[in-house]
């Protein structure tokens, strides 16, 4: 091996060496620190992405459609832990909170239920008895033994298709609710690959300044009114009513319920409830916690 390839193998192992140091020194001076957000983050792993050497560092519709698509987990305004920094080959990962939905451990699809129930072999019988009798009386009660058998086989049908509904609802309330409490994360990117410049607290300051507030310990009390003056301490975050929200959700949205009424059914708990607005009643109904029906009614 030449003295020139020994050099190169000894300075990218220094290279190597030198950003380890970087990431833990990164790690140990952000991660568990508190900071405050100054934008409205969506709760999945892809968070934000700032591209730092393009001259339009963040791509808000990219943004808005990562919002839309997942929901807000982390809120302008908002006090956060950061819980992890990475530094990979194009980008530095600065997490929050948990750094969002889709990271190890979380359940990212839904469960599947079977809905479809097989002909029994009664049923295939009759259908070989149908066909093969001659007298037209005996066609006719092997055929309604027949009917009886498909009927009770589409019943169970369409039993297994609510189940497979409710549990589609209910995975989507859960996957909602771990979204909006699993944290996000701004990705900072590079062209090429991180530079040794980037890899030290100051920079990666002043890459978020615009985004993050870092100075927590000093200015709690201000930052809080500055980003929550306008808006009343008891009022609820921007809510959409639709079904799959959780019965929390509306009566966080709504107030509690002028009526609650609790029915105990065989597989799961049907509430139904009725709430006042501003311009009349609306009457939801809950499975499980999870709203599957509702109306509004007018004064």
């Known amino acids: 091996m030449s003295k020139k390839t020994l050099l190169g193998l000894s300075l990218l192992g220094f290279s190597c060496l030198l950003q380890a140091q970087s990431q833990e020194d990164l790690k140990d001076y952000f991660e568990g620190k508190q900071v405050i957000v100054k934008i409205d983050m969506p709760g ?30 982390i809120r302008r305004g908002d006090e956060v832990m950061i819980t992890l920094v990475k530094v990979n080959k194009k980008n530095i990962e600065f997490q929050l909170g948990g750094g969002g939905y ?19 072999e009664r049923e295939k019988r009759l259908e070989d008895d149908v066909r093969n ?32 509904a409710q549990a589609e609802i209910l995975a989507e309330a859960q996957e909602r609710n771990l979204r909006r409490t699993s944290g996000s994360r701004f990705n900072l990117w590079f062209a090429d690959r991180v530079p040794a410049e980037a890899l030290t607290p100051g920079a990666v300051n002043a890459a978020l300044a615009d985004y993050v507030d870092f100075n927590t ?26 079904k799959g929200v959780t019965e929390q959700e509306v009566n966080r949205a709504y107030g509690q319920p002028i009526s609650r009424n609790l029915e105990q059914l065989k597989t799961f708990s049907l509430v139904t409830a009725t709430y006042a607005t501003e311009d009349g009643e609306l009457l939801a109904h809950f499975v499980e916690g999870v709203l599957v029906k509702y109306s509004m009614s007018s004064k």
């Open 44 to 73: 999945d792993k892809s968070g934000i992405d700032l591209r730092l050497d393009d001259a339009r560092v963040i791509d808000f519709s990219e943004v808005g459609r990562r919002t839309k698509r997942y929901g807000v987990s």
């Open 102 to 120: 889709g990271t190890a451990g979380d359940p990212v699809s839904t469960p599947s239920v079977s809905t479809y129930v097989p002909k029994s």
């Open 133 to 164: 009798e001659k007298d037209p009386r005996q066609k006719k009660r092997l055929q309604d033994q027949l009917d009886d058998l498909r009927r009770e086989r589409e019943r169970e049908e369409a039993r297994l298709k609510a189940e497979a």
């Open 217 to 242: 310990e000093d200015s709690r009390g201000r930052d809080q009114d500055k980003y929550h003056s306008s808006v009343d301490p008891g009022a609820s975050r921007t809510f959409v009513l639709r």
